[in-house]
């Protein structure tokens, strides 16, 4: 991701979460933090931003910041393939463990998760602005033996 990319991820981002959509600002924020994040989007061939992610390290963890695939590309391998670009940046920074949180009533990104090797650590209750409990998930980069996808279909 680079700066000119934010207007398309921010139209994106309060499309997908006009609950808890971040604030404009906060995108340049992140990323001015390089020695801490790094933020990627997903093009389709016409470059039109379909999706984006972003990870935080601050050892030994890595945060899953954000991850998000516009709705008309659901279903193509994009969230795998950012995630699977996040996990392999955190084992490149030297993490031990990527952690994340998920909406409580998102059961399609909890199987992208479990199916990547998350495992579900934690609640946290009303942890979204509209009162939904957070999952926090959390995978183990020792066991990582690379994307999932390379051999199994992506789970829907």
Not at 123 to 134: L, M, N, V
Request: hydrophobic share 40%.
């Amino acid at each position: 991701m680079t700066v000119d990319d934010i207007a398309a991820v921010d139209a994106l981002e309060r499309s997908l979460f006009p609950v808890d959509a971040w604030p404009l600002q906060m995108f340049y924020d992140e990323l001015n933090q390089t020695d801490t994040r790094s933020y990627y989007v997903a093009q389709d061939g016409s470059g039109e931003v379909i999706g984006y992610a972003g990870l935080m390290c601050v050892l030994p963890i890595a945060d899953v910041q954000t991850i998000a695939v516009a709705p008309g590309a659901e279903g193509a391998g994009i969230g795998s393939a950012l995630l699977t670009t996040l996990i392999e940046e955190a084992k490149v920074r030297g993490a031990d463990d990527v952690l994340l949180e998920v909406r409580a009533d998102n059961p399609r990104a909890q199987r992208l998760y479990r199916w990547f090797g998350f495992e579900q650590i934690h609640i946290r209750p009303r942890y979204y602005r509209d009162g939904a409990d957070a999952l926090i998930m959390r995978l183990d980069l020792s066991a990582w033996n690379g994307s999932p996808h390379a051999t199994t279909k992506d789970p829907k």
